[in-house]
């Protein structure tokens, strides 16, 4: 075997860990993988929107940011952002979530509620895709199940941990887990214009 062969080889062994973390996924949720040994603790303190996946209703739209912190060991939440209530009448709005643990350390039911009673309410399946906990973090909730174990009614977070977003790279590793959860290319960016402080 020449040496650009064995070099080749050993490149494409080196990388094959990294691409198998991000298997192309059938879409079936029970299949979806999440972050091992997710450390809630860690994951506390701010973190800035960064892109979503709406569903249906009416949610935070902009300017979103969220304060976690451990109450008695539960994570709670409390998220604020900008949200058109009315077509003149758009508002700094706060929402409120517990994040009730599992046996799985990164998949809560997140009982969440808004603080103007327009805003969503319910107890859904959250679930911490990926985060290295200093940078970014995607989540993940399916709210509706089809029979074939896919999704009917889903939604998604990206967070930064800074306002400023995420960097090329880190987007990069983002944009490999939003493909593994079915949502590639539908997230809307969110718009961070120092509003809701």
């Known amino acids: 075997m020449t040496m650009s062969r064995r070099t080749a080889l ?6 094959f860990p990294i691409s198998s973390c991000f298997a192309k996924s059938d879409c079936v949720v029970d ?4 972050k ?35 109450e ?13 209530l009315l077509p003149e009448w ?6 409120m979530g517990t994040f009730n643990d599992t046996a799985n350390p990164a998949k809560f039911k997140l009982k ?3 603080a103007a009673e327009h805003l969503q309410k319910g107890n859904d399946d959250h679930w911490i ?19 074939n174990g896919t999704c009917a009614d889903s939604y998604s977070f990206v967070f930064s941990r800074s306002p400023d977003g995420l960097t090329y790279d880190t987007q990069r590793i983002v944009r490999k887990w ?19 402080l």
């Open 10 to 15: 050993a490149l494409l062994l080196a990388l």
């Open 31 to 34: 299949n979806f993988q999440v």
């Open 36 to 70: 091992d040994n997710f450390n809630k603790t860690r994951y506390t303190g701010k973190w800035y929107g960064f892109a979503k996946k709406d569903p249906q209703g009416l949610f935070l739209e902009s300017n979103i940011h969220a304060d976690f912190r451990i």
């Open 72 to 84: 008695n060991g539960t994570m709670i939440a409390k998220a604020i952002g900008l949200v058109t």
């Open 90 to 95: 758009i508002v700094c709005a706060e929402m």
């Open 112 to 114: 969440y509620w808004g």
């Open 129 to 147: 895709v990926d985060t290295d906990y200093d940078n970014y973090a995607i989540t993940y909730t399916c709210r509706k199940l089809y029979e």
């Open 178 to 196: 939003q493909e593994h959860i079915c949502l590639a290319y539908k997230y809307k960016r969110i718009l961070q214009t120092d509003s809701c």
